[in-house]
Each structure stands twice: as C-alpha cells, then as structure tokens.
Nanobody, 115 residues
C-alpha cells in the first residue's frame, strides 16, 4: 500500500484546510484508517480514526468539534476537514492504517497555522 497525503499549507488561526490521503494497492484488509500528526520536536500521534466498515469515527479531545475525518471507499481516499485551526495544530500530517504500519508511512503534508 502506498499513501499520498495532500492539502496542507499555510493558514491563519481560525481558518480551514481539507487534507486528502489517496491510497493505492490492496487496502481491503485494513479495518480502520487514521490521521496522525507530528509537531516539531514531538512524537507522532494519532488525531482521528475512521473504520472502513461502518464509518465510525473517534478523535482526540483537542480536535473534537473542529476536525472531521471521512472516507470515500470507492476512491480509496480518506479526508480530514480541519476547521477553527489553532497555532498548536501546526504539524506534519500523515495518514496510515490504525494501528499504523511502518511500511505505510508517506511523506505527509505540512500544516502551518499562523497567529
């Protein structure tokens, strides 16, 4: 499986971005997808998760009500809609299976939120 993230950029606090993660290869065995982020000097952590089956979602507390994860199974694409962005959301964002697989990591997409 290869994953390609896109949609990052520079945005002012309070703004919005929509990230996309296009998957190629055999993804039928993946039960859940996650968006992860890694801020400078910090570890990479999961932000949001969506199941492949019924589309159940979960979020870390700091993004609840602001971020929405979704997926389009036909397009093999997972999205992360990010609203009301805060400076602390600045990070490189990655998608991966949940739990992650080391061989799935892409290059990520950089989100920079300015004050």
């Amino acid at each position: 499986v290869q994953l390609e993230e896109s949609g990052g950029g520079l945005v002012q606090a309070g703004g919005s971005l929509r990230l996309s993660c296009a998957a190629s290869g055999s993804t039928s065995s993946i039960n859940a997808w996650g968006w992860y982020r890694q801020a400078p000097g910090k570890q990479r952590d999961v932000v949001a998760v969506i199941t492949s089956g019924d589309g159940s979602t979960s979020y870390i507390d700091s993004v609840k009500g602001r971020f929405t994860i979704s997926r389009d199974n036909a397009k093999n694409t997972v999205y992360l809609q990010m609203n009301s962005l805060k400076t602390e959301d600045t990070a490189v964002y990655y998608c991966n299976s949940m739990p992650f697989r080391r061989d799935f990591w892409g290059t990520g997409t950089l989100v920079t939120v300015s004050s």
